[in-house]
């Protein structure tokens, strides 16, 4: 089943998952707060205000924005959540799912996700753009719905006995989060057959980064799995590398499948730790106005590196992969990426609400403009269904030789260190 790129929601949380800019997005709200209570008509001014300076497409999906001011300011609205509901409205005219609006709630819950700590049961879904299917991308290891079983393309169908059918990202969300230690119950659909699920909610401390030293015919191998760029995600990859660095690894495997993504920054400052010299990501706003990052010379490793990715790695993790493969600093093995190429920043909003908005694409250092197209393995290896089965029912395989894509990166890493070594050899002599 194809996943349509309608946004993902990581832990069951209204964080849609992209490179994310943050701007304004502190805790810290305005004194005008009670004068937005008092006139909510203000808050959707603030908002169209916003589209207008910043979003990407200046043709706002071809539609009159100005006429838009007019008619979402002419009403009288009655409360703050009457002008939420017209401010989704007006925003669902740009037809771009990652442009969205956050109310007081959604917005704290959103902060929490990319601080790397969070409430639920640790699931990432996303919403089947055709068939508006809740469908889950991946568990979040080590949570509840790891634990439980919840599997990569389960379409959730009830939750609590509710049918999820008109449920939009946000109501699953809702429902889905609650105190820790209560429990929930999620029916799925998986290969045409129900499967029910009763899970504890409790409070998930995401560790992004998880890291192994592999005994291998090379001499030890450094194994990173990445699940997700969030605040934490960069200095627990320095820890990894300069730990691997020191147990002498002759080269690495860096895993982000089903990595749905994160911080843009978080994803610069960890291609850095790979790469010496290069550009990274360049982006591009309405204007045309490029920004470009490239690396530091403050790369922690330069020993070959092999990076696995699957049709879960997007938006920053399509930015990481990019750039080591534009730069000829690691090959890619497994499957075309997600297709996330657009940067979202992210606003608070004076009364406590908060606003999604994409302003600019992203390109590779050559160019290339990712999205929906995504980024093709050097290597393509598609998982059977057998194997796909084998490891959502032993999330253990992951990163062993039982793991296809795994054993084939080891196979390819094996291959650049040998000729590695023997061109070292021959130039010695």
């Known amino acids: 089943m194809a996943i349509a790129k309608r946004g993902f929601v990581v832990g069951a949380t209204a964080l849609a998952v992209a490179a994310v800019t943050v701007t304004g997005a502190g805790l810290h709200l305005s004194q005008s707060k009670a004068f937005f209570e008092e006139s909510p008509k203000e808050i959707?001014?603030?908002?169209?205000?916003?589209?207008?300076?910043?979003?990407?497409?200046?043709?706002?999906?071809?539609?009159?924005?100005?006429?838009?001011?007019?008619?979402?300011?002419?009403?009288?609205?009655?409360?703050?959540?009457?002008?939420?509901?017209?401010?989704?409205?007006?925003?669902?005219?740009?037809?771009?799912?990652?442009?969205?609006?956050?109310?007081?709630?959604?917005?704290?819950?959103?902060?929490?996700?990319?601080?790397?700590?969070?409430?639920?049961?640790?699931?990432?879904?996303?919403?089947e753009e055709e068939t508006d299917d809740i469908v889950v991308v991946a568990p979040i290891e080590d949570t509840p719905a790891f634990e439980a079983g919840l599997r990569s393309q389960d379409i959730i169908k009830t939750i609590d006995g509710e049918s999820t059918e008109g449920m939009d990202l946000n109501d699953v969300v809702n429902r889905i989060r609650g105190p820790i230690g209560s429990e929930v119950s999620i029916t799925v659909l998986r290969d045409g057959?129900?499967?029910?699920?009763?899970?504890?909610?409790?409070?998930?401390?995401?560790?992004?980064?998880?890291?192994a030293l592999k005994d291998t015919t090379i001499g030890p191998v450094g194994y990173i799995r990445l699940t997700q760029f969030s605040a934490n995600a960069s200095a627990e990859m320095r820890e990894a590398i300069e730990a691997l660095e020191a147990d002498g690894v002759t080269g690495y495997i860096l895993d982000l499948r089903s990595n749905p993504g994160g911080l843009l920054y978080s994803s610069i400052e960890i291609a850095r730790m790979w790469l010496d010299e290069g550009g990274i990501v360049s982006t591009v706003n309405r204007q045309g106005v490029m920004d470009e990052e490239a690396a530091n010379n403050r790369a922690l490793t330069d020993k070959p590196l092999v990076v696995l990715v699957d049709g879960g790695s997007a938006s920053a993790s399509?930015?990481?992969?990019g750039a080591l493969q534009d730069n000829e600093r690691a090959q890619?093995?497994?499957?075309?990426?997600?297709?996330?190429?657009?940067?979202?920043?992210?606003?608070?909003?004076?009364?406590?609400?908060?606003?999604?908005?994409?302003?600019?694409?992203y390109l590779t250092p050559d160019g290339r403009d990712i999205n929906q197209a995504g980024i093709e393995p050097d290597i393509i290896l598609e998982l059977s269904e057998a194997d796909r089965e084998r490891i959502a029912d032993?999330?253990?395989?992951?990163?062993?030789?039982?793991?296809?894509?795994?054993?084939?990166?080891?196979?390819?890493?094996?291959?650049?260190?040998?000729?590695?070594?023997?061109?070292?050899?021959?130039?010695?002599?």
């Open 318 to 321: 399509e930015i990481l992969s």
């Open 193 to 211: 057959e129900a499967v029910e699920f009763t899970l504890t909610r409790a409070r998930i401390e995401i560790h992004p980064v998880r890291y």
């Open 44 to 127: 959707i001014d603030e908002v169209w205000q916003l589209i207008d300076r910043t979003y990407v497409d200046a043709t706002f999906n071809q539609v009159d924005w100005e006429a838009v001011r007019t008619e979402y300011l002419e009403p009288e609205y009655a409360s703050r959540e009457a002008a939420y509901d017209a401010i989704r409205e007006m925003l669902e005219l740009l037809d771009d799912p990652y442009t969205r609006f956050m109310d007081p709630q959604e917005f704290r819950n959103m902060q929490i996700d990319t601080s790397g700590e969070l409430t639920g049961i640790g699931i990432q879904i996303t919403q």
């Open 332 to 361: 890619l093995v497994g499957t075309q990426t997600f297709g996330k190429g657009l940067v979202q920043s992210v606003r608070s909003l004076p009364d406590g609400s908060g606003i999604a908005i994409t302003v600019a694409k």
């Open 394 to 429: 032993d999330r253990t395989i992951i990163g062993t030789l039982e793991d296809p894509q795994y054993a084939t990166a080891l196979e390819l890493l094996t291959e650049i260190v040998q000729a590695s070594q023997q061109t070292a050899l021959t130039g010695a002599e």
